[in-house]
């Protein structure tokens, strides 16, 4: 363990950072515009940052520059694997936000965003897999919350009187999607906004979501991507082909790619088991969401590269206005009335892209069965939701 204080004056690392940040001053600008708008920072406020060996260096000195601009201090942990929880614990007493930058998984942050800043009564944010990407000019995090707030707004008013979804696209998915009835579950606005106590979120914000009957997902769900966490790369050898029955993933097709989401699926379904729960939940569909955020970009870095080039994090990927994204696995989201009835040790969303896509939503029971009256709220691509 190690800690760093927050004055960076007169420190052989600080003069590293300014001399670095030469060429970065519309990505700290960017961070400080977001760090107010989506995080509430205030002046007087402290943070905490959790790092680890594989924390994306770049990104630490933009968010530390950020704040130091802002007038706030911080410190850092560095997680190892003799890092102890009641660490953690101590410093959250002392600091008021906690920005989790670690990649790796650590015991002493298990219980970190389910319980410890709820006791302790932090607000945290969530950056496992951020690059810097996202600070540029033009980034995700430079979409203006009140363009976040108003496409949400619109897209809740539509949802919230969906029965059931037909999804296709020119990969080949073709899938029925039925909710719970009665609207026993809401749609969730994810505008990335921490502002009250025991909070927590990642960025970019721009999504609203919701589980689907855990029973009543079919058909088949084209893949030309794997989450990130599974993958980091920007596509796949050979599309991959879930078949869905009864709301689990009952085949997995394709080539290299299937065969790496097959096993990490089986490892998890082995976790599970280990943990008496029920090795099939990992296969669940798990939640339904659209994409909300214009600058978010898509998983594909640089379509000139290969398949197996590093691509974009799915945590900003699943944000993209016009896309949807589909997930496996563990039902609760956090949001009460959103969640389902499965809890198990893993959660995935898969990314459709907007490219080739159409999402019927129907509004009667009886028209989803017939597939009647249904409504394209994404005709080939096209957005019919404003």
Not at 303 to 332: C, M, W
Not at 374 to 386: D, E, P, Q, S, T
């Amino acid at each position: 363990m190690s800690f760093e204080q927050p004055k960076f004056v007169n420190s052989k690392e600080s003069k590293i950072e300014k001399k670095e940040f030469s060429y970065l001053p519309e990505c700290v600008r960017n961070a400080e515009n977001a760090l107010q708008d989506f995080l509430k920072l205030k002046p007087e406020e402290r943070v905490l940052f959790l790092e680890d060996k594989k924390t994306n260096r770049d990104v630490i000195l933009i968010l530390k520059e950020a704040i130091q601009n802002m007038g706030s201090s911080w410190e850092k942990i560095v997680l190892k694997k003799e890092t102890k929880r009641r660490e953690i614990q101590n410093l959250l007493k002392e600091n008021e936000i906690v920005i989790d930058l670690s990649v790796e998984s650590s015991q002493a942050t298990e219980n970190l965003l389910d319980e410890d800043i709820k006791k302790f009564g932090n607000r945290a944010l969530a950056l496992y897999d951020i690059d810097t990407g996202m600070f540029k000019e033009g980034g995700a995090l430079t979409e203006k919350l009140e363009d976040l707030e108003w496409r949400l707004n619109k897209m809740e008013t539509l949802l919230k009187n969906a029965v059931g979804f037909r999804i296709t696209s020119v990969y080949g998915t073709n899938l029925e999607v039925e909710l719970r009835p009665f609207k026993e579950r809401r749609w969730f606005k994810d505008t990335g906004v921490i502002e009250g106590p025991g909070q927590w979120d990642n960025l970019p914000g721009g999504e609203i979501f919701t589980t689907p009957d855990e029973g009543k997902v079919n058909g088949t769900l084209v893949l030309p991507a794997l989450d990130s966490i599974i993958s980091p790369e920007q596509g796949v050898d050979e599309f991959i082909n879930l078949k869905i029955k009864n709301g689990k993933i009952v085949l997995i097709q394709g080539g290299k790619s299937a065969e790496k989401l097959r096993k990490n699926l089986e490892e998890m379904a082995y976790e599970a088991y280990k943990e008496r729960k029920n090795p099939w939940d990992v296969y669940q569909c798990a939640e339904l969401a659209f994409g909300a955020n214009s600058k978010a970009r898509s998983v594909v870095a640089d379509p000139d590269q290969p398949y197996n080039f590093p691509g974009v994090s799915t945590v900003e990927t699943e944000k993209r206005l016009g896309t949807i994204h589909i997930a496996f696995g563990d039902t609760k989201h956090g949001e009460e009335g959103t969640e389902g009835f499965v809890e198990t040790v893993c959660h995935y969303d898969f990314v459709i892209p907007r490219n080739g896509l159409t999402v019927e939503m129907f509004n009667n029971e009886e028209d989803f069965k017939k597939k009647v009256n249904g409504r394209k709220i994404i005709n080939r691509g096209g957005l019919n939701f404003f």
